[in-house]
């Protein structure tokens, strides 16, 4: 129609006014079917877009089936262990046992949960709260809260083995390790069926709004950025990434070709302590429990400010290792000198140093 209406009007058949009326109508025509058009076009958009949302919350629900049974299993043969153990001690250990078959009611509980099906899938995939960039975090609970489990399982193990501790002490242990799992597990459901994201980088942000630009940094060295301190030079040769109860924080491998640093970087990189490590101390055991409460070292005596189990990621030069499992305890001396004790897998470490300012550091990235 439009040809048809340029061609009479270039022939002189059609007048300007004619001209006019007839691109009218047919604007009148055409725009309904434009308009459907977009609708359809943009409606396909936004149906692909929930498609593919639907597609991966599925993903992800499936995913933490599998991740809950395997949660379930765990936490039900350290119930059976428990039992057992409480059992096994004597009568006047009557209070002990009874805590430990509280704790073992209480894993109990929390196996059954993990182990439940998910009675309206529908219902959840629709509400579901979770984004695929919350993936890693999920990923990073599952880790810390089965690492967790069997960590209570080799210590419900070794209740009433250890010398210079007694039973009703290491049963409290045991119920303060299972309240641990019970506080990681109620933060992962958080994030997965309500979309509760860990705040504690945003809270301590608040409080150091002056410093962020600078403090940030600090989270985000690489391997091979240089870090002067104290005037000394210190090459990053390494960065640990720890996880718990819903925060990280960063631990860099620093050397000077003397020898090497530790430095310690809260979440928001506003809190940093500087450590350089120190042999192992008889004070120290191999074995240290949660009843770790005063260290004596180099004739100073330091006292217990936090008891965490966290899973790290290390990446060195030689690459990258996830999930593994330390305990790790900070202590303090009435000087403000710091006593850092870290067991591993296959060993335990030992770091003394001092917390730090922001501006005492200078960062040149490579």
């Given at each position: 129609m439009l040809a048809w209406l340029l061609a009479n009007y270039a022939g002189k058949a059609l007048q300007l006014g004619g001209l006019v009326c007839g691109l009218g109508l047919l604007v009148?025509?055409?725009?309904?079917?434009?308009?459907?058009?977009?609708?359809?076009?943009?409606?396909?958009?936004?149906?692909?877009?929930?498609?593919?949302?639907?597609?991966?919350?599925?993903?992800?629900?499936?995913?933490?089936?599998?991740?809950?049974?395997?949660?379930?299993?765990?936490?039900?043969?350290?119930?059976?262990?428990?039992?057992?153990?409480?059992?096994?001690?004597?009568?006047?250990?009557?209070?002990?046992?009874?805590?430990?078959?509280?704790?073992?009611?209480?894993?109990?509980?929390?196996?059954?949960?993990?182990?439940?099906?998910?009675?309206?899938?529908?219902?959840?995939?629709?509400?579901?709260?979770?984004?695929?960039?919350?993936?890693?975090?999920?990923?990073?609970?599952?880790?810390?809260?089965?690492?967790?489990a069997r960590q209570l399982s080799r210590q419900v193990s070794r209740l009433g083995k250890r010398s210079g501790t007694s039973i009703a002490a290491q049963a409290e242990e045991v119920a303060e390790a299972v309240e641990s799992v019970e506080e990681a597990y109620q933060r992962r459901q958080d994030l997965l069926l309500r979309g509760q994201r860990p705040t504690a980088a945003a809270l301590e942000r608040l409080t150091v709004d002056p410093l962020i630009e600078e403090s940030g940094k600090l989270t985000r060295l690489s391997l091979g950025d240089v870090v002067a301190c104290g005037g000394t030079n210190y090459l990053v040769q390494g960065k640990l990434t720890y996880f718990a109860n819903g925060r990280r924080w960063y631990v860099y491998l620093l050397r000077d070709g003397q020898g090497e640093r530790w430095l310690q970087v809260s979440e928001a990189g506003a809190d940093l302590a500087f450590f350089e490590p120190v042999a192992a101390s008889s004070a120290v055991p191999s074995e240290a429990g949660n009843s770790l409460a005063v260290v004596q070292l180099e004739d100073e005596s330091f006292t217990l400010e936090e008891h965490e189990s966290a899973t790290v990621t290390v990446e060195t030069e030689g690459g990258t290792d996830s999930g593994v499992f330390v305990e790790s305890w900070l202590l303090a001396s009435p000087s403000k000198r710091l006593l850092w004790i870290e067991r591993w897998p296959e060993?335990?470490?030992?770091?003394?140093?001092?917390?730090?300012?922001?501006?005492?550091?200078?960062?040149?990235?490579?």
């Open positions: 009148v025509l055409a725009m309904p079917l434009l308009l459907s058009g977009a609708y359809l076009i943009v409606r396909a958009r936004a149906e692909s877009r929930q498609a593919e949302s639907f597609t991966q919350s599925r993903a992800l629900l499936e995913a933490d089936g599998l991740a809950r049974q395997q949660l379930a299993g765990e936490l039900e043969q350290v119930v059976a262990r428990l039992n057992e153990t409480a059992q096994a001690l004597p009568l006047e250990e009557a209070a002990a046992k009874e805590k430990l078959l509280a704790a073992g009611e209480r894993l109990s509980a929390l196996a059954a949960n993990a182990r439940s099906a998910n009675r309206d899938e529908l219902a959840l995939l629709t509400s579901f709260a979770l984004s695929p960039r919350d993936a890693p975090t999920l990923q990073s609970y599952d880790t810390l809260i089965v690492e967790r060993k335990t470490v030992t770091r003394t140093g001092r917390r730090i300012g922001v501006f005492d550091l200078q960062v040149f990235n490579r």
